[in-house]
């Protein structure tokens, strides 16, 4: 299958390379492909370049927001919660119409220091401003509630039975995500309903950030025990 | 040991219950005990009114808020969160200072409808504003994240290892509170840190209100898989 993920960052390269590796025809999306190539310095958190990383993946290609939504039949936004709606319409809405639109953004605030608040929670969610500004788009949230690398290999933890949530307004675009997140090695995927049942998920991130700061490492996930 | 719990719905009866049927001295705190006393119908979910229950409960006493407030070692607010603050002032300060308060109630807000929002969250949190408001009692928030029942009896889940958190900025109150938990049946209590990590554990109130619609059942909880 061919899938465009938007955003070079950890989130982005991860899941590029876990679907490359699975076989599927993958592109990444960037502001400017020439820049991102260019870059030979390590990210803020140390990781590698992207051009270092790329030759590690070779077939994973790069190319524009907009080369990348075209060339997806399922689009992944992995960008930045606070960039994601401008790389959105950079990617083209023509693009993205008709499509499953997998959302792995949270909507962080760094702005008022550490650690970050949300810029839209509670009572709307960067989901569903996706989901309204595209109203084509199959928008399904899911994923975000995590760590970059168990979000393709929820194996990393031994109990590997945690707990994945999908919510999104399109039973079919739900249905998709869910069998690419089974294809992970997902097996506890609870859908929560509609896209405004990101406002939940989204708020998540708060006391994910405090339990990263209590048990001092990223690799941990909810499981719903019932 | 001495217990006022402040208010009179299901999570003040249930605690009350327990720690009276683990010999431990209860005093049920309410606005006005006679009107509360005279009810004489079931509450809005069903439930017995309070009088019925005490039958039950004998052992139990009822008070003002203050009564129950100045009869407890330890205070604990199981109030609704929209009069939190104000059943704490009914209480008085002068019987919450220097005493371990310990805060289980959410900040809903049910004025937009179905599910309720929070009426505070995100850049601050009603355990914060307790602390704040009452800053010589030593607030620790903790068990407000799940159902009453399964507060006081984590083994209603058969997988019984799930998680409590405990939030609070004096670590002997803290140590008080996971003591009280372990006795209830606790063994994975997570402290996530001072009283300002309240805003991640309130901001799971959106999703445990979706998974509550999801799974279509009230008994189950969160696991902090690592």
Do not use: C
Request: glycine fraction near 10%.
């Amino acid at each position: 299958m061919r899938f465009g993920i938007l955003g070079t960052g950890v989130v982005g390269k991860t899941i590029a390379a876990r679907l490359g590796s699975m076989g599927h025809e993958v592109m990444v999306g960037t502001r400017d492909p020439e820049e991102t190539m260019s870059r030979s310095e390590p990210d803020q958190y140390g990781n590698p370049p992207f051009g270092a990383w790329q030759q590690e993946h070779p077939k994973v290609r790069l190319g524009t927001f907009g080369e990348a939504a075209a060339h997806g039949e399922m689009v992944v936004n992995a960008t930045a919660g606070a960039v994601s709606l401008e790389a959105l319409e950079m990617a083209s809405e023509n693009n993205l119409n008709g499509k499953v639109l997998m959302d792995i953004s949270n909507p962080l605030d760094f702005s008022r220091g550490m650690p970050p608040t949300l810029w839209v929670s509670n009572t709307d969610s960067l989901g569903e401003r996706i989901q309204r500004r595209f109203p084509e788009a199959k928008v399904v949230k899911t994923l975000h509630t995590m760590n970059a690398y168990l979000m393709v290999d929820p194996t990393q933890l031994a109990e590997a039975d945690h707990t994945v949530f999908v919510s999104g307004d399109d039973p079919e675009a739900k249905a998709k995500v869910t069998n690419l997140l089974r294809s992970f090695g997902w097996t506890d995927i609870i859908d929560l309903g509609d896209i405004t049942t990101a406002r939940g998920t989204e708020m998540v991130m708060p006391i994910w950030l405090r339990l990263f700061g209590a048990l001092q490492k990223p690799i941990f996930n909810f499981k719903i025990v019932r």
